[in-house]
């Protein structure tokens, strides 16, 4: 009982920061559960109700903000959703193990890659065929179709797989390949997280992983630190947020990588 409360204290400050730069923070929540003691399939189980729960939660404040892109998020997600669904389900053809490593190496790119400035691009007069141009939140962007599709099916397959809800892939993609501002981004995430977590838990539920003891006062926790992650971000600089995400996705690749270590070494 006691290693739930601390857990679960630890879950609802993940949950709090994460939501903040629009993920779940499924590559916390696995490393953590992993660290405490539980298998990796059913962390990633586990990390996939908290995620849901957590998304639910922020979702509600960005919504309120009126930060969520809904049209945005139904085109690009649905690959997303039907490959965690996939991932979530086979994952038991893989060890813990690389699918840790797997976890920590698309982690370091993404971390990185989120680092580095962004050029606004405005929009150009030309139509072409996969290109979608989008105003929201008084800013158009253009959604390269033919780029985020694959990308987002990739996503929800390894999201799947780990326990993850893709938004530290998502959140990337829409910055630095559609020109999505930042805050928009993390407020359509938010409810991408929430459609691929919920495919995901199925999945691994459906291969007999899901544990109610574990995952339901955590996911509680992770209610709270989602509203708190949502009312803060809404009140936190773009700039700053773009730099707390790439810090905290480095932070959880190094994380899994240790453990991964540490496993070996026993």
């Not at 929800?156 to 530290?168: C, E, F, Q, T, Y």
């Amino acid at each position: 009982m006691l290693k739930v409360i601390v857990l679960s204290l630890g879950i609802m400050a993940i949950a709090t920061l994460m939501t903040m730069t629009g993920r779940g923070g499924g590559n916390f929540y696995v490393p953590v559960l992993v660290a405490g003691g539980a298998a990796m399939h059913q962390a990633a189980t586990t990390g996939q109700c908290i995620l849901l729960a957590t998304a639910v939660a922020a979702l509600l404040v960005f919504q309120r903000k009126k930060t969520v892109d809904w049209k945005l998020a139904m085109v690009i997600d649905p690959p997303t959703d039907v490959m965690a669904l996939v991932g979530g389900y086979y994952a038991h053809l893989f060890s813990g193990g690389i699918l840790k490593l797997v976890f920590a190496g698309l982690l370091v790119i993404t971390g990185f890659f989120m680092l580095r400035p962004v050029k606004e691009q405005l929009p150009s007069g030309n139509k072409r065929f996969g290109f979608w141009r989008r105003e929201f939140d008084g800013r158009e962007y253009v959604v390269n179709l033919w780029l985020a599709m694959p990308i987002t099916a990739a996503t929800g397959l390894v999201a799947g797989m780990v326990g993850i809800s893709g938004g530290s892939f998502k959140v990337p993609l829409m910055v630095l390949g559609c020109g999505v501002p930042m805050r928009v981004a993390v407020g359509t995430s938010s409810a991408m997280v929430a459609a691929t977590a919920l495919m995901g838990l199925i999945g691994h539920s459906a291969a007999g992983d899901f544990n109610a003891s574990l995952a339901l006062p955590m996911s509680a926790a992770a209610v709270v630190g989602g509203l708190l992650g949502g009312t803060f971000s809404l009140k936190t600089k773009s700039a700053s947020l773009k730099k707390i995400f790439a810090y905290t996705t480095l932070a959880a690749a190094l994380f899994m990588i240790l453990n991964v270590w540490l496993s070996a070494a026993a």
